[in-house]
């Protein structure tokens, strides 16, 4: 009987530590985009989904470690409004907010290659700009007026992670390889950031 009354208080515990995550710091990854809303597409191969995907591989990645937990804005093809993105990211505080994004050039083939971060107008924002321009092939960094970068209060970058129609990123991005590669690179700046 003790045995088991010990085994439920276990479990319980478990189940309600996983919930109470105050002993961890919270990091946001917003997929960009949803829905009906595709962002950028070529060839049926939509925004939307990248992002996704990637962002659920930065969960994986993350569930080994318990210095932050990792929250979606949306983990599933779901369309949420910017201000029901940047109400959830105030109301949990996080230590930062990732958005993620996938570019798209008016050119059928865009010569423009790589990445680009969007940041606020603080020293926080930018500063994790430059932590991630050294793990990616950044292009610019730019202070931008975007609605989730200008609402949301804890420190928050939007990143493109690439042109859509640009043969080499889209094979990059949509590549298990590649979202994995992205993935780890986003693990490796929460772990410094967070340590
Ligand atoms: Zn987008």
Same mark, same amino acid.
Do not use: C, W
């Given at each position: 009987?003790?045995?088991?009354?010990?085994?439920?208080?276990?479990?319980?515990?478990?189940?309600?530590?996983?919930?109470?995550?105050?002993?961890?710091?919270?990091?946001?990854?917003?997929?960009?985009?949803?829905?009906?809303?595709?962002?950028?597409?070529?060839?049926?191969?939509?925004?939307?989904?990248?992002?996704? =995907?990637?962002? !659920?591989? %930065?969960? @994986?990645?993350?569930?080994? $470690?318990?210095?932050? +937990?990792?929250?979606?804005?949306?983990?599933?093809?779901?369309?949420?409004?910017?201000?029901?993105?940047?109400?959830?990211?105030?109301?949990?505080?996080?230590?930062?907010?990732?958005?993620?994004?996938?570019?798209?050039?008016?050119?059928?083939?865009?010569?423009?290659?790589?990445?680009?971060?969007?940041?606020?107008?603080?020293?926080?924002?930018? =500063?994790?700009? !430059?932590? %991630?321009? @050294?793990?990616?092939?950044? $292009?610019?960094?730019? +202070?931008?007026?975007?609605?989730?970068?200008?609402?949301?209060?804890?420190?928050?970058?939007?990143?493109?992670?690439?042109?859509?129609?640009?043969?080499?990123?889209?094979?990059?991005?949509?590549?298990?390889?590649?979202?994995?590669?992205?993935?780890?690179?986003?693990?490796?700046?929460?772990?410094?950031?967070?340590?």
């Amino acid at each position: 009987m003790k045995g088991i009354q010990l085994l439920v208080i276990t479990v319980f515990s478990a189940a309600f530590l996983s919930f109470t995550p105050e002993h961890k710091k919270l990091i946001i990854i917003d997929a960009g985009h949803g829905g009906s809303d595709m962002g950028a597409n070529r060839n049926g191969i939509y925004e939307k989904n990248i992002v996704l =995907n990637i962002g !659920k591989e %930065i969960q @994986k990645l993350n569930s080994s $470690q318990d210095k932050y +937990e990792i929250i979606m804005t949306r983990d599933s093809d779901t369309y949420n409004q910017l201000t029901e993105r940047t109400t959830l990211i105030n109301k949990l505080n996080p230590e930062l907010v990732i958005s993620l994004h996938v570019n798209s050039s008016p050119d059928m083939e865009s010569l423009q290659q790589g990445s680009e971060i969007y940041t606020q107008n603080t020293e926080a924002s930018k =500063n994790l700009a !430059k932590r %991630i321009s @050294k793990k990616f092939n950044v $292009q610019k960094i730019e +202070e931008k007026n975007l609605h989730i970068l200008r609402e949301s209060k804890a420190p928050a970058i939007l990143m493109e992670l690439g042109f859509i129609n640009n043969v080499k990123d889209l094979e990059y991005l949509t590549s298990e390889k590649g979202q994995k590669e992205v993935a780890q690179k986003f693990a490796d700046v929460f772990n410094e950031y967070t340590e």
